[in-house]
């Protein structure tokens, strides 16, 4: 691994190689996301775990590696090595898979999945290619994408509709990701921008804390690493209750 002051993320690795491709996957990041397809489905009436199991497959390929591969060609911000063609195959692979996944659900959920169809790939490529003058790459369209969107595309691939369980799910799931982004954006600036920070605090005590960059990261990155894996223990709990 890198030197953690010196990586674009807090999980990432060394550039080169297979490294690349954990990086880009952003694992805390799309495994947090996958759990609101969980959540999603385990608030349904009943819970399908071969529906569930395929949500999360098309959400892994449509977020995990579309979403993201397209995010590093637009300006390399993780600073990996995997070339632009590849990035490209990957964004369109990726999102090809997902598309697939949900026409061959149709035939047992029903046609309510069309709209879910269409409009999850258009937030995967309005978000991170920036589209519309960059409306969507804003923090609300980035808690609507990958908080509330995944959550409700999760409940219809189960009860084939929308009820009060799925709308309030999604209150929650969209004010979560909001969370996120609000943690995640600061510390991305610390890590990818800022070159040095130098101050310090003193204390009623009369005692001096030095400030740098990693004292201003650490409680941030701390959280959001606390925050991704419980979202995953809940999601598995809540799941494992249902099956």
Not at 148 to 168: E, K, R
């Amino acid at each position: 691994m890198a030197d953690a002051g010196s990586r674009p993320a807090f999980y990432a690795a060394r550039p080169g190689g297979w490294r690349d491709w954990w990086t880009i996957l952003h694992p805390p990041y799309t495994a947090w996301h996958l759990s609101y397809v969980a959540i999603g489905a385990a608030l349904a009436p009943h819970l399908d775990g071969i529906r569930l199991l395929a949500t999360v497959l098309a959400f892994f390929f449509a977020v995990g590696v579309s979403a993201h591969a397209l995010d590093e060609l637009s300006g390399r911000p993780l600073g990996t090595r995997i070339s632009a063609v590849t990035l490209k195959v990957a964004t369109a692979v990726g999102l090809a898979v997902a598309v697939a996944i949900g026409v061959a659900g149709i035939h047992r959920v029903g046609l309510v999945l069309v709209p879910f169809l269409v409009v999850g790939p258009l937030l995967v490529v309005a978000y991170n290619a920036e589209l519309f003058g960059g409306l969507v790459h804003t923090d609300a369209g980035f808690a609507a994408a990958w908080g509330a969107f995944p959550l409700l595309t999760g409940y219809v691939a189960q009860a084939g509709s929308l009820d009060w369980a799925a709308v309030l799910g999604a209150v929650a799931a969209f004010a979560l990701a909001w969370a996120q982004r609000s943690l995640s954006t600061p510390a991305r600036l610390l890590r990818r921008r800022v070159d040095h920070v130098e101050g310090t605090l003193t204390m009623a005590d009369g005692s001096v804390q030095p400030i740098d960059a990693t004292f201003l990261r650490a409680p941030l990155e701390a959280a959001l690493h606390a925050l991704s894996w419980a979202m995953v223990a809940l999601a598995a709990a809540l799941v494992v209750s249902r099956l």
